[in-house]
């Protein structure tokens, strides 16, 4: 029985549709995720004195290496089994069986995007000669605000679902199985936001530490990945049965990765703002 104190949650997945083209929330939340993002480093380089060709050049570099990373990490993490008997379906926006069609590229993963933002600073360091801690520290300001973004999209088109749960807060997708479950891409939505702000808090004021921005960044992250994905449903049918999920296993070495830069940068002495901003 479902109580009124629940949320029924049925959205239209369209912004709108015009019959030729429609404009999907995934896809809006998804572009205002980079936009919000320039806008916010735009800012940021014009202060530390960057000129802003190099943030067009980054901004490249973390497009391509975020869709590459999410799509493959999407393919080989959580269902492998399919494509690796459809390996063009992984590059391509098409299916091929049991017809042909275009059907986009459905699954994305944050694992896999946060891999591939990882090579992609790797390449513009090597590329343009820029430290790659630095960059990284950059993009750690704006990073849960794009994770923000990515989850209320998710919220609107009713997946990576919650477990059933008779909490008032409850959602009832209707798309799903009219359970009452926790809202989980809203809980994440939330924490990303509040790491957003918390992140922004924490930069030096004048003096600088490689590093730090960076390890707070995917400390916090992932952390909250780790214990909300205990309210979530799993997304593979393998994860069945597992202690930790899938999500849960990738979460591990970034959260020590980020707890290991923190502590070095910690230990750093303290350097001045314009060795690398002048």
Request: charge should be positive; aromatic fraction near 18%.
């Amino acid at each position: 029985m479902i109580s009124l104190a629940y949320i029924v949650w049925n959205p239209n997945p369209n912004v709108f549709d015009l019959g030729f083209f429609a404009l999907k929330w995934y896809s809006l939340f998804f572009a205002l995720a980079f936009v919000t993002s320039y806008v916010i480093l735009k800012k940021r380089f014009a202060k530390l004195g960057k000129p802003v060709e190099l943030l067009d050049k980054l901004t490249i570099y973390i497009a391509v290496g975020t869709l590459a990373g999410a799509r493959l990490g999407h393919c080989l993490f959580y269902d492998f089994d399919y494509y690796r008997h459809h390996l063009l379906e992984i590059i391509l926006p098409v299916q091929f069986k049991p017809s042909f069609k275009i059907i986009g590229f459905q699954g994305l993963a944050s694992h896999g995007g946060a891999i591939g933002i990882f090579a992609a600073i790797y390449f513009f360091h090597k590329k343009y000669n820029v430290s790659y801690l630095w960059t990284a520290d950059q993009l750690a300001l704006v990073v849960p605000l794009g994770g923000f973004f990515i989850r209320m999209g998710n919220l609107m088109n009713s997946e990576i679902i919650g477990k059933p749960t008779d909490a008032p807060w409850a959602f009832v997708f209707i798309k799903d199985d009219m359970l009452p479950r926790h809202p989980s891409q809203l809980y994440e939505a939330l924490a990303y936001l509040i790491i957003f702000l918390i992140i922004n808090n924490l930069k030096p004021k004048n003096v600088y530490k490689q590093g730090f921005t960076f390890g707070w960044m995917l400390y916090l992250i992932f952390s909250v990945r780790l214990i909300i994905e205990f309210f979530k449903e799993d997304q593979s049918a393998f994860e069945y049965g597992w202690v930790l999920n899938m999500g849960q296993i990738l979460s591990i070495p970034l959260i020590i990765a980020g707890f290991t830069l923190i502590i070095i940068s910690i230990k750093k002495k303290p350097e001045r703002l314009s060795k690398y901003f002048a």
